[in-house]
């Protein structure tokens, strides 16, 4: 049984003061039936790592790089994150893609070694709406999904995110049927690569404007084990509906 994930991207959004939604999230879920994950800006990891304790909710990194050390100003390796206190890592969000040229051979590199870091890596593919609207949406993310994830992976150490790049931050989704028609496929391909036990093991998430009035009808899609949330996850108030949606999913 794969156990659902809730994650939270916070992008570039917050500073010390809002670590009390942290507060507010532990006390409304002090035992959730699903794991929680809120990925803070680099800045923020290690007070959040501490603030959050040994409670219900783990903290996780936005990006790394794929050396461990060395003369790369302004660049956070995956073991200085680890060191932090992030228990995971979201790598080749389509932010970083598009806005940082990262390639899907760059986003294997930097998630073999969050893996060896013993970082859970949340891997990120999702297609452009000009894709989409070319009927080749299938493809574009078989093809991500190859380059992307390492051989290194398995259930416990991989998650993807499927996050179609015109849904986040629009306020658009994806009907469920969409969602489950890539959704299966990156199950079955998972599947062909790892073997069928390592396959089913993986969690899928879907991201792109998911809110409290629509997490459970994406929950409700066949392979979706969780979401990966931005806006809606940087208060408590409203990241804490998208949880209990996900718990009675
Ligand atoms: P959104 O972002 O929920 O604000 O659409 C999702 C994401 O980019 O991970």
């Given at each position: 049984?794969?156990?659902?994930?809730?994650?939270?991207?916070?992008?570039?959004?917050?500073?010390?003061?809002?670590?009390?939604?942290?507060?507010?999230?532990?006390?409304?879920?002090?035992?959730?039936?699903?794991?929680?994950?809120?990925?803070?800006?680099?800045?923020?990891?290690?007070?959040?790592?501490?603030?959050?304790?040994?409670g219900p909710i783990q903290i996780g990194g936005q990006d790394c790089h794929h050396a461990d050390?060395?003369?790369?100003?302004?660049?956070?390796?995956?073991?200085?994150?680890?060191?932090?206190?992030?228990?995971?890592?979201?790598?080749?969000?389509?932010?970083?893609?598009?806005?940082?040229?990262?390639?899907?051979?760059?986003?294997?590199?930097?998630?073999?070694?969050?893996?060896?870091?013993?970082?859970?890596?949340?891997?990120?593919?999702?297609?452009?709406?000009?894709?989409?609207?070319?009927?080749?949406?299938?493809?574009?993310?078989?093809?991500?999904?190859?380059?992307?994830?390492?051989?290194?992976?398995?259930?416990?150490?991989?998650?993807?995110?499927?996050?179609?790049?015109?849904?986040?931050?629009?306020?658009?989704?994806?009907?469920?049927?969409?969602?489950?028609?890539?959704?299966?496929?990156?199950?079955?391909?998972?599947?062909?690569?790892?073997?069928?036990?390592?396959?089913?093991?993986?969690?899928?998430?879907?991201?792109?404007?998911?809110?409290?009035?629509?997490?459970?009808?994406?929950f409700a899609v066949s392979n979706v084990d969780g979401a990966l949330v931005g806006g809606a996850?940087?208060?408590?108030?409203?990241?804490?509906?998208?949880?209990?949606?996900?718990?009675?999913?």
């Amino acid at each position: 049984m794969r156990r659902k994930l809730a994650a939270g991207n916070w992008k570039m959004n917050g500073t010390l003061a809002d670590l009390g939604e942290l507060d507010s999230l532990a006390e409304t879920h002090p035992t959730p039936g699903v794991d929680i994950l809120v990925c803070p800006p680099a800045t923020l990891i290690s007070a959040a790592a501490a603030r959050a304790g040994k409670g219900p909710i783990q903290i996780g990194g936005q990006d790394c790089h794929h050396a461990d050390q060395g003369a790369l100003t302004g660049d956070v390796s995956a073991l200085m994150l680890a060191d932090a206190g992030a228990h995971a890592v979201i790598l080749g969000h389509s932010e970083r893609r598009e806005g940082h040229g990262e390639t899907s051979e760059e986003v294997r590199a930097k998630a073999k070694t969050a893996q060896a870091a013993s970082l859970m890596t949340v891997i990120c593919l999702g297609e452009s709406l000009g894709q989409r609207e070319a009927t080749n949406t299938l493809d574009i993310i078989g093809a991500q999904l190859s380059l992307s994830v390492p051989d290194s992976s398995n259930g416990e150490n991989l998650v993807i995110a499927y996050e179609p790049i015109w849904a986040i931050g629009s306020g658009l989704t994806p009907s469920p049927d969409q969602i489950g028609e890539v959704h299966d496929f990156i199950r079955a391909r998972l599947e062909k690569r790892f073997g069928a036990g390592v396959g089913r093991s993986v969690r899928l998430l879907y991201g792109g404007s998911v809110k409290p009035d629509n997490a459970a009808e994406i929950f409700a899609v066949s392979n979706v084990d969780g979401a990966l949330v931005g806006g809606a996850s940087l208060r408590a108030a409203d990241f804490s509906p998208i949880i209990t949606a996900l718990e009675s999913a």
